[in-house]
């Protein structure tokens, strides 16, 4: 019995190899070679569809082909050029679909017509016409068989072609499903779907199941990939997809979102990896049309910091709100040069009529900002440009200060002094209660605009605040997808951090929106849900790309997570709010906080003397201004800043005049030999 078993075995895997041999050799013919042989097949076979119909007839086998030929030659004769009239020849056999079924149907239906109509007036007692009938039947069944038979032949599995279950059995599952087929990397083998009435039935070929039975197809087909066909559900609802599928350890892929299928940006073929805003789970609220209006419709629009994620997301949408015009303003060339390509890309295929000016410049800089507020009729800016990675900006402290006090202070200035209508601010959590350098100085930028808005009626200034974007530089999603490709280890700061997560479109859109509702000096603050433990989210990233953790409990698995520590001004936990005073405003997913400001000649004496401090580069000075202006910074006793700590006797000073401040020497130390 085993060895009968065995020979089972060795026979399927000499036919399969056979099968995959053959296939290469019908792909690798030429175009006008493939035509030749689906012609020579049908001159062999219509005429012995005919005689087999003959045969079937009379019950015996005919004779008398000699003696009467033409009948036979007449059945090629009226097939064959219909056939090519339908373009059954020029079909790609290998991607025949629905409309070459018709196209068969259709040509052995005319063919047939012919044959009749011919043996009818000239040919009686030739064949008996009743046969006709029945040669339709063989001719349609050789025709339309051949050519799904070759088809199937042809896109037979390869080695190295990566099973899938596809989580989905609407119209979006069966589309991805023969893409798949047609494109070969991957191989549908079932159907997952939580509708019941679909159980037990096939769609493309492919029989649909349970979600109860994905553990036992998985292992049963040796599943590499679970791709999620569901465009139209929610966010809420794909994540508890997700989390029904994390423990299966399968990489999981997904078709584009509705939104992109509607406008075309994306086909459902355009399978790729899950898209980490999924793990978020919660659904983006429609935008209100009149507030993304009201400051950017036939208006000139200057976006600072253009280049970074914020800045040229903001960008985008803006191009599609139809401004008079669009300044975009950018202290990298590079960045400059390629969203200034993308903006004209999408103006000219949408024929939008907006003028875009890419400007070099850096925001600092009070006569260059001026000078294109004035030169282009700038109505609203929003001020993007800013350092926001906390340990780098936490290094470079003077810089820092420059990039995020100075700069939104000298070009809301500008601002003032030319007439712009609405000046917004991008802000962050980090500026509630801040610890880090970064924090500190934007909640800083919050203060000069609130305090400036004190002095005029004719300029709004407001701020956004909110979490991080996924995906934007410096997050830690792009760095977590990098180090699982690399194989590990995933770096987590600590196991308890928690964070806030927005995506980029979503939060541009609620920037776009907050702004148009201030009244002057408005704090608003976006609704980020609920924090996500980054340990957590880490693992899920893990988990849902295929792989394994490896820890304690699961010695064997396949990426480690390594816990780093907190990084120099880095909390646990975010918050969004000083406070507990704020008010709701018209937009569902954006708050109004009511945050008390110094008044306008304090700022400016305070800037006056953190103007001298980092003119200095005295760090000393310059934390000690950043402490008075922030009350609630919560200052590190380390200071961080890199050319601070090579100073001559800095980092030997185990303590500094002010005692909770003392020098980093950790670089020193690192380059010691004890």
């Not at 899938?164 to 991957?186: D, E, H, L, N, T």
């Not at 500026?431 to 009626?457: C, D, I």
């Amino acid at each position: 019995m085993a060895e009968a078993h065995q020979q089972g075995k060795t026979v399927s895997f000499k036919f399969s190899a056979y099968a995959e041999w053959l296939t290469r050799k019908l792909v690798a013919l030429p175009r006008a070679r493939k035509r030749a042989l689906m012609l020579a097949a049908d001159l062999v076979f219509i005429p012995a569809a005919l005689w087999g119909a003959v045969a079937l007839k009379q019950g015996q086998l005919p004779d008398g082909l000699a003696a009467m030929p033409w009948p036979y030659l007449l059945a090629v004769v009226a097939s064959v050029p219909i056939f090519a009239r339908l373009g059954l020849y020029r079909a790609v056999v290998r991607f025949i679909g629905p409309k070459a079924i018709v196209a068969v149907l259709s040509g052995v239906t005319a063919s047939t017509l012919v044959l009749a109509l011919v043996v009818l007036l000239l040919g009686r007692g030739a064949i008996p016409i009743t046969a006709v009938a029945i040669y339709w039947s063989l001719a349609l069944v050789y025709v339309g068989g051949s050519r799904i038979l070759v088809r199937n032949l042809l896109n037979v599995r390869q080695a190295g072609t990566d099973c899938v279950v596809i989580y989905g059995a609407g119209a979006a599952g069966a589309q991805a499903a023969s893409a798949m087929r047609i494109a070969g990397r991957f191989d549908p083998v079932a159907f997952v779907d939580d509708d019941i009435a679909l159980h037990g039935s096939a769609v493309s070929g492919i029989e649909v199941f349970a979600p109860s039975a994905l553990a036992r197809l998985i292992a049963e087909e040796a599943v590499k990939v679970l791709l999620l066909a569901l465009p139209s559900q929610s966010r809420r609802r794909r994540q508890e997809i997700l989390k029904r599928l994390e423990p299966l350890s399968v990489r999981v892929m997904t078709v584009p979102d509705l939104s992109d299928l509607v406008s075309g940006r994306a086909r459902v073929e355009d399978v790729r990896d899950l898209d980490v805003s999924d793990l978020l789970g919660r659904d983006p609220v429609p935008p209100d049309g009149h507030l993304l209006d009201a400051c950017i419709r036939g208006k000139s629009v200057m976006v600072s910091g253009a280049g970074g994620s914020i800045g040229s997301e903001l960008c985008r949408q803006i191009i599609l709100l139809a401004p008079r015009r669009l300044v975009v303003f950018e202290t990298s060339e590079i960045a400059l040069y390629n969203i200034e390509r993308e903006l004209q890309a999408i103006v000219d295929s949408r024929g939008f009529k907006v003028e875009i000016f890419a400007l070099l410049g850096n925001a600092h800089h009070k006569q260059r900002v001026r000078d294109v507020m004035q030169a282009f009729g700038v109505q609203t800016v929003y001020h993007a440009a800013a350092y926001k990675h906390v340990p780098i900006v936490e290094r470079n402290l003077i810089e820092g200060v420059h990039n995020n006090v100075f700069s939104t202070w000298l070009a809301a200035e500008a601002a003032l002094e030319t007439g712009v209508e609405t000046f917004v601010l991008i802000s962050t959590d980090k500026a509630v209660n801040p610890t880090s350098v970064m924090g500190v100085t934007k909640r800083l930028a919050e203060v000069v605009l609130q305090s400036l808005q004190t002095q005029t009626t004719s300029t709004r200034f407001c701020m956004v605040r909110f979490g991080n974007v996924l995906g934007s530089s410096g997050s830690v999603v792009p760095l977590f997808q990098e180090q699982i490709r690399r194989g590990g280890p995933v770096t987590v700061t600590h196991r308890d951090v928690r964070r806030f997560f927005m995506t980029i479109p979503e939060a541009a859109q609620l920037v776009l929106q907050a702004g148009s509702m201030g009244t002057g000096g408005d704090v608003f603050v976006l609704d980020m849900g609920q924090p996500v433990e980054i340990d957590e989210f880490a693992r899920r990233m893990i988990t849902l790309t295929g792989l394994s953790v490896r820890d304690e409990d699961h010695p064997d698995g396949d990426i480690e997570i390594q816990y780093s520590g907190l990084r120099p001004g880095e909390k646990l936990l975010e918050e969004l709010l000083i406070g507990s005073n704020v008010t709701g405003t018209g937009h569902p997913m954006i708050m109004r906080a009511i945050e008390p400001s110094p008044t306008w000649d304090e700022v400016k004496r305070l800037l006056a003397e953190l103007s001298v401090a980092v003119n200095r580069n005295d760090c000393q000075g310059v934390m000690e201004m950043l402490e008075k202006g922030v009350r609630e910074y919560r200052r590190s006793v380390l200071i961080h800043d890199l050319v601070f700590a090579q100073r001559p006797g800095e980092a030997d000073a185990p303590e500094l005049a002010d005692p909770k401040v003392t020098v980093l020497a950790e670089h020193r130390a690192q380059k010691s030999p004890t």
